[in-house]
């Protein structure tokens, strides 16, 4: 059973940073992706990021342009997700997912991811 294994949620402070990290229990294929997304209590579970494991070609959302950066290594099974700039928007909880020939126009959607990870929770305090 293909698993992935989330760690480095936490607390911090707004302003701060975090680095989260996620290991897929198989070995990555170049047509792979592995990303993360976000939910928020009451809310929606919405796209952070992803990276193409082959290429490494990475996706932000908006909201996290400039301020996160994700980055794989291939020979690990892991990507790692750095987050800077942390805006106080209360605890959420990161989920990874990894999916095999995620197309660039539909790395936003979670139907096209195969796996997920049980999920890390982050609290941004202000």
């Avoid at 989330?6 to 940073?17: D, K, N, T, Y």
């Avoid at 294929?29 to 997304?37: E, L, V």
């Amino acid at each position: 059973q293909v698993q992935l294994v989330e760690s480095g949620g936490g607390l911090v402070q707004a302003g701060g940073s975090l680095r989260l990290s996620c290991t897929l229990s198989r070995p990555t294929f170049s047509n792979d992706a592995m990303g993360w997304f976000r939910q928020a209590p009451g809310k929606e579970r919405g796209f952070v990021t992803t990276i193409s494991m082959g290429f490494g070609s990475a996706y932000y959302a908006d909201s996290v342009k400039g301020r996160f950066t994700i980055s794989r290594d291939s020979a690990k099974n892991t990507v790692y997700m750095h987050m800077n700039s942390l805006q106080p928007e209360g605890p959420a909880v990161y989920y990874c997912a990894a999916g095999a020939s995620v197309a660039p126009t539909t790395v936003t959607s979670g139907d096209e991811y195969d796996y997920w990870g049980q999920g890390t929770k982050v609290t941004v305090s202000s």
